[in-house]
């Protein structure tokens, strides 16, 4: 009797495990490219299917770091620091980085434009179009310098500009932790509005900043259009929007492999985070199991005569 209550806990210990483990997901933040809208939700890993959360018409923040309080944080295209309710999906501004507001096409714009935001052992950091690297205080919003990247500038003052045959000028960036580095990737291209034909101007790379100097590496090129980078359980997934994919990025080549096609689309997913509640969740089931089966071994462990005993008062 107690071998199979035995094997029943530990049966029930496994499915509780890969069910929730394997049920893994990221918040994203991301901007609707059919309604011009900001979307906050989550992608499901294994589909790449989208949960919204919130949908709404404002801000474009890039990147998504987690804060010590539960909240995520964001940077926005008009310089802000925000943070971001992952219950709720709404935004609310901490403070200005200091750096240029490029959020509409009246906006001044310039080389200190937001390119992207990340962090790297509970440091902030943001680039601009200069490609400068800066540390962004989590309490204020305020950006200081660390120094120039050393990864080619934006070619063009706006990600809002022109071209005299039409097609429009767009960047995609990222900046996200691995293995104790700081990573970042960095292209450009054009797009024809009609076709959504896109052509590669400047093309991606994969490189790895030094966090106290700011100087980039070139780890090995990679696919253009990666618009964010985030690591679950060992694997790191990208988000392409040229193909609205999701994918595997292998930090050592730069290859990227398919994983699923996120839908609805189409999006620019421009920040991703792993959602804590799977593992948590794990967590606390193995827990509870774990309690079950010490407390049946020590009931299996019982001397004979307590045994005896507790059967002579049973009978009585």
Do not use: W
């Not at 990147?63 to 219950?87: E, H, K, M």
């Not at 991606?204 to 700011?214: C, E, G, Q, S, V």
């Not at 199991?289 to 019982?302: D, E, N, Q, V, Y």
């Amino acid at each position: 009797m107690f071998t199979r209550q035995k094997l029943s806990i530990a049966s029930l210990m496994l499915v509780t495990f890969s069910a929730l483990v394997t049920a893994d997901s990221v918040y994203v933040t991301a901007f609707n490219l059919a309604t011009g809208n900001q979307q906050f939700g989550t992608v499901d890993l294994g589909t790449g299917a989208f949960q919204e959360i919130r949908n709404a018409a404002g801000q474009d923040f890039r990147g998504l770091v987690p804060a010590s309080n539960g909240s995520l944080l964001t940077l926005g295209f008009d310089g802000n620091l925000a943070s971001i309710n992952p219950v709720t999906g709404m935004p609310t501004v901490i403070g200005p980085t200091g750096l240029s507001d490029c959020s509409t096409p009246s906006s001044p714009c310039g080389p200190r434009s937001v390119s992207t935001f990340g962090a790297l052992g509970g440091t902030l950091y943001a680039t601009d179009y200069s490609q400068n690297l800066y540390r962004v205080n989590p309490a204020t919003g305020a950006a200081t310098l660390v120094g120039p990247t050393g990864i080619p500038a934006f070619p063009f003052p706006s990600h809002f500009t022109s071209n005299s045959d039409g097609t429009e000028n767009v960047f995609t960036a990222t900046l996200f932790p691995a293995d104790g580095n700081l990573y970042a990737t960095f292209d450009t291209n054009t797009v024809d509005p009609t076709s959504g034909d896109i052509t590669p101007a400047i093309l991606n790379n994969l490189y790895r900043i030094d966090p106290n100097t700011a100087v980039a590496t070139l780890v090995a090129p990679t696919i253009q259009a990666i618009s964010a980078v985030t690591r679950v359980n060992g694997t790191d997934y990208a988000f392409n929007v040229g193909t609205q994919q999701l994918l595997t990025l292998n930090l050592a080549s730069g290859g990227t492999s398919f994983v699923a096609n996120v839908s609805p689309g189409p999006m620019y997913v421009g920040g991703a985070t792993p959602t804590p509640e799977p593992f948590s969740l794990a967590l606390a089931g193995i827990g509870i199991c774990t309690i079950a089966a010490c407390r049946l071994r020590r009931r299996s462990r019982k001397p004979d005569s307590e045994v005896q005993s507790n059967a002579r008062v049973s009978s009585n």
